[in-house]
């Protein structure tokens, strides 16, 4: 069983839906990333959160550490949101990636 | 400032070969760390460096080994190239921790191994 757990592994939306994408981490942690990749293969870190809630524009980021689990949200999706999106938790000295998930936002 | 940069962006090598990857952290950052992508295993760690000493490193195996300068620069050496070592290696810089602190990363470079 993966340390890091993604789901759903693929998800296509319409434009102005709202996406949750989840993080469930089997392993003791300091913090969870949230990373978008886009093709080409720029990675862009979007929320790093050990507690709580993250909100940046339209991106939500929420962890519950007790359960061992994450999830990123997308409000109004729109279709340069196409990316894939990967959770990676970290220890002080490494992170550990989640298989990532491909979302595909059409207009 | 700066983003974190690699070079080169693309590499052709043959099996039995080796190779060195260069990364420039963003100005003032001194943990460098590096990534193996491939589309079987995913984004894999490699190993981190801080102030010219590996911290951490991946279950890989000793051919992939690195090194920091002390400005900061980094660069991943494999020997002995593989066909499996095909891959998108990204390397990352932080201020501090790999693990706690926001990851920055270059645009990686694509290496084939023919």
């Known amino acids: 069983k993966n340390e890091v757990e993604q789901s759903p592994q693929n998800l296509t939306a319409q434009e102005g839906e709202f996406i949750t994408i989840n993080c469930s981490y089997s392993?003791?942690?300091?913090?969870l990333h949230w990373l978008q990749q886009h093709p080409g293969g720029g990675i862009v870190s979007l929320f790093m959160?050990?507690?709580g809630k993250k909100k940046h524009g339209r991106l939500i980021a929420t962890i519950n550490i007790q359960e061992k689990h994450s999830s990123l949200h997308i409000t109004a999706s729109h279709p340069r949101d196409s990316a894939v999106y990967i959770c990676?938790?970290?220890?002080?000295?490494?992170?550990?990636f989640g298989t990532g998930t491909r979302l595909q936002v059409f207009p | 400032k700066a983003g974190v940069t690699q070079t080169p962006r693309y590499l052709i090598k043959t099996r039995g070969q080796q190779v060195t990857l260069s990364c420039s952290p963003i100005?003032?950052?001194?943990?460098v760390s590096w990534y193996q992508q491939t589309p079987g295993q995913g984004l894999q760690f490699l190993f981190e460096?801080?102030?010219?000493?590996?911290?951490n490193k991946g279950n890989f195996p000793g051919r992939f080994s690195g090194r920091q300068f002390s400005n900061s620069r980094s660069e991943m050496n494999v020997s002995t190239l593989e066909l499996g070592d095909s891959a998108l290696y990204l390397c990352?810089?932080?201020?501090?921790?790999?693990?706690?602190?926001?990851?920055?990363f270059g645009p990686g470079t694509r290496l084939t191994v023919l």
């Open positions: 990352a810089s932080t201020y501090y921790r790999v693990g706690t602190d926001t990851q920055y």
């Open positions: 392993v003791g942690i300091s913090a």
């Open positions: 959160l050990s507690s």
């Open positions: 990676a938790v970290g220890s002080p000295d490494k992170l550990i």
């Open positions: 100005s003032g950052h001194r943990s």
């Open positions: 460096y801080f102030s010219e000493t590996q911290r």
